[in-house]
């Protein structure tokens, strides 16, 4: 058995902020990645090509090109999308020449918004643990093998700008992440995960906005809503219409970089009543999507003063906390 683990690592100028890093955010376990600074553009379009006398082999060349795949399509944000591209300038290479640190099967660099680099290290590489093994090199995967795909997938995650997630004692949470400091061998749970975690995509949300305003929130998030409501108008003659607006955001809020005050759309928003001043509130209903991202509406008659509110339900399946809006009263004049 190994005494020292291998770890991804992360290239000599940035250990000692990745160190940093990692202590930071141990007081925070289980929220999304900490990240380095710096940014490409929202979907900037980052493209690769071999390295010259480092080429990886051609059974390595599809998985890493799954991984630039499996980036785009799991992203849920608009973070940079990877492809391969002939003559590229930000190179993908692969051998004895990698410039990864002493425990490190593959590594990276980053340079928003311009350039990008990643090695990976050969298969045999003698490690103080032991031999490197790429699943890839088997026509029949062996136990202890390290799946090309999801090592080159945590690289191009910290090319994005995510660093290792932070895992509760004992790695409950291990599968919300793929940007991890330890990769797992076959046949541990999440060696071959080919899509990033939910806490990765939860990082690139918060640093790169999301893909439209009625895409989910990465339920490794738990952010703040708000929600306002208006009538208008705000007094009718008796039996006539008024159409109430509630507008639903994301709260403003710094650490949420930019997702504060985004639109939330197409949720459900329901709207209630009660005979203004009474204290027990009445759903009337589901609002419906308004003219414009992240408002919702709905017009009825009125007989007598009545105070509205607008409620958002904390929704399964997504990282938004409810809200309630204050009440608004709408006047009937006889
Ligand atoms: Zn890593």
């Known amino acids: 058995m190994s005494h020292v683990k291998p770890v991804r690592w992360v290239g000599c100028l940035l250990v000692a902020l990745l160190l940093l890093l990692t202590v930071a955010s141990s007081a925070t376990a289980h929220g999304p990645d900490p990240i380095f600074s710096g940014r490409w553009n929202q979907n900037q379009d980052l493209r690769y090509a071999w390295r010259s006398g480092a080429v990886p082999p051609s059974a390595y060349q599809g998985p890493i090109n799954a991984a630039a795949a499996d980036v785009n399509a799991s992203r849920g944000s608009q973070a940079a999308t990877f492809a391969y591209s002939s003559g590229a300038s930000n190179l993908v290479g692969y ?5 990864c640190g002493t425990l490190g099967l ?15 290290r050969e298969q045999g590489h003698r490690f103080d643990w032991g031999s490197l093994r790429w699943c890839q090199a088997y026509s029949s995967w062996p136990d202890g093998c390290y799946d090309v795909e999801n090592v080159i997938l945590d ?21 919300d992440a793929v940007v991890q400091e330890l ?9 071959n995960a080919h899509g990033l975690g939910r806490c990765d995509v939860a990082a690139l949300q918060v640093q790169y906005d999301m893909p439209g305003w009625g ?4 339920t490794c998030l738990s952010l703040a809503t708000t929600l306002t409501l208006a009538g208008s108008p705000t007094a009718v003659s008796k039996g006539a219409s008024t159409t109430l607006t509630a507008t639903l955001k994301v709260a403003d809020v710094a650490s949420y970089s930019r997702l504060a005050l985004n639109p939330v759309a197409l949720r ?11 204290t027990t509130w009445t759903t009337v209903g589901t609002m419906s999507n308004g003219p414009t991202s ?10 007598a003063r009545t105070d509205f509110r607008a409620v958002f339900a904390t929704p399964s399946g997504e990282g938004l906390l409810g809200s309630t809006s204050p009440s608004v009263t709408v006047s009937v004049g006889s």
């Open 294 to 303: 992240g408002t919702y509406t709905q017009t009825l008659s009125l007989t």
């Open 215 to 218: 895409a989910k929130y990465s």
């Open 268 to 278: 459900t928003v329901v709207l209630q009543r009660r005979p203004s001043g009474a």
């Open 106 to 120: 593959a590594c990276f660099t980053r340079n928003p918004t311009s350039s990008f680099t990643v090695w990976m």
């Open 155 to 175: 690289e191009f995650g910290h090319v994005e700008i995510l660093t290792h997630h932070s895992n509760l004692s004992g790695e409950s949470d291990y599968l």
């Open 183 to 191: 990769s797992r061998t076959k046949p541990k749970a999440g060696y």
């Open 95 to 99: 051998g004895t020449g990698a410039t």
